[in-house]
T-cell receptor, first 112, second 113 residues
Framework: GIQVEQSPPDLILQEGANSTLRCNFS?????LQWFHQNPWGQLINLFYIPSGTKQNGRLSATTVATERYSLLYISSSQTTDSGVYFC??????????????FGQGTILTVHP | KAGVTQTPRYLIKTRGQQVTLSCSPI?????VSWYQQTPGQGLQFLFE???????NKGNFPGRFSGRQFSNSRSEMNVSTLELGDSALYLCASSSGMHTGELFFGEGSRLTVL
C-alpha cells in the first residue's frame, strides 16, 4: 500500500518563529489533507490540497503531486499551534473509498 | 451546521465484553468512515459505509464490524474485547460518492481493562 512519511517527527519552536512540515508519499494520490489534532483528540481540518497551493491566515500548504510531496508552512507560530500535525492521503490506485493513509505525525511544541 | 458527532466520548470495558460506538455525520453527508488511533500503530482505517453499504474495509479482525442506517448514522461494534483494542476511535464523514474531504468527530476513547 501507499506509504506516507512526515518530517520532522518533533519540532520545538519559540513563539513567533516560522516552520515547515513535510509530507512525502510513495504513489499517486487523489486526495491529500493536513490535520491538526487537538489535545482532546479531534482532527481539525487545515487543508484539503491534492495539488497546488492554499493559504489560510498564518498557515499555507503546497502539494507537488508529480514529485509526491506536500509542505505545510506555519508562520509567526503561537503557543496555540502546539499539537500533532498529520498528513493523510488517498491512494489513487484501486478503490479507496473513505480510506486515508496517515503519516506518523509531527509533534509541534511552541514555547512562549 | 453541526459537525460529526460521536457517542459515547469515553468508556471503560473489561476483556471479553463488547462495545458499540455511534457516529452521526454532518447533515447531507452520506459516507461515514471509521478509524482507530493507538500510540503504537497510529491512525488506521477500519471501514467505510455509503448508503448503508460497506464499500471498503481495512485490515482488522472480524470482531470489528459496523453498519449504517438509512439516515446515514453509523455504528461500529467490537466484540470479545482485548486489551489491545484500547484506543481512540474516530469517525469521519464526507459528502459524496468519492472520498473527497473528510471531516472528523471528536472520537470515542475506549479503555479495556
Amino acid at each position: 500500500g501507499i506509504q506516507v512519511e512526515q518530517s520532522p517527527p518533533d519540532l520545538i519552536l519559540q513563539e513567533g518563529a516560522n516552520s515547515t512540515l513535510r509530507c512525502n508519499f510513495s504513489d499517486s494520490v487523489n486526495n491529500l489533507q493536513w490535520f491538526h489534532q487537538n489535545p482532546w483528540g479531534q482532527l481539525i481540518n487545515l487543508f484539503y490540497i491534492p495539488s497546488g497551493t492554499k493559504q489560510n491566515g498564518r498557515l499555507s500548504a503546497t502539494t507537488v503531486a508529480t514529485e509526491r510531496y506536500s509542505l505545510l508552512y506555519i508562520s509567526s507560530s503561537q503557543t496555540t499551534d502546539s499539537g500533532v500535525y498529520f498528513c493523510a492521503v488517498e491512494d489513487a490506485g484501486g478503490t479507496s473509498y473513505g480510506k486515508l493513509t496517515f503519516g506518523q505525525g509531527t509533534i509541534l511544541t511552541v514555547h512562549p | 451546521k453541526a459537525g460529526v458527532t460521536q457517542t459515547p466520548r469515553y468508556l471503560i470495558k473489561t476483556r471479553g465484553q463488547q462495545v458499540t460506538l455511534s457516529c452521526s455525520p454532518i447533515s447531507g453527508h452520506r459516507s461515514v468512515s471509521w478509524y482507530q488511533q493507538t500510540p503504537g500503530q497510529g491512525l488506521q482505517f477500519l471501514f467505510e459505509y455509503f448508503s448503508e453499504t460497506q464499500r471498503n474495509k481495512g485490515n482488522f479482525p472480524g470482531r470489528f464490524s459496523g453498519r449504517q442506517f438509512s439516515n446515514s448514522r453509523s455504528e461500529m461494534n467490537v466484540s470479545t474485547l482485548e486489551l489491545g483494542d484500547s484506543a481512540l476511535y474516530l469517525c469521519a464523514s464526507s459528502s459524496g460518492m468519492h472520498t473527497g474531504e473528510l471531516f472528523f468527530g471528536e472520537g470515542s476513547r475506549l479503555t479495556v481493562l
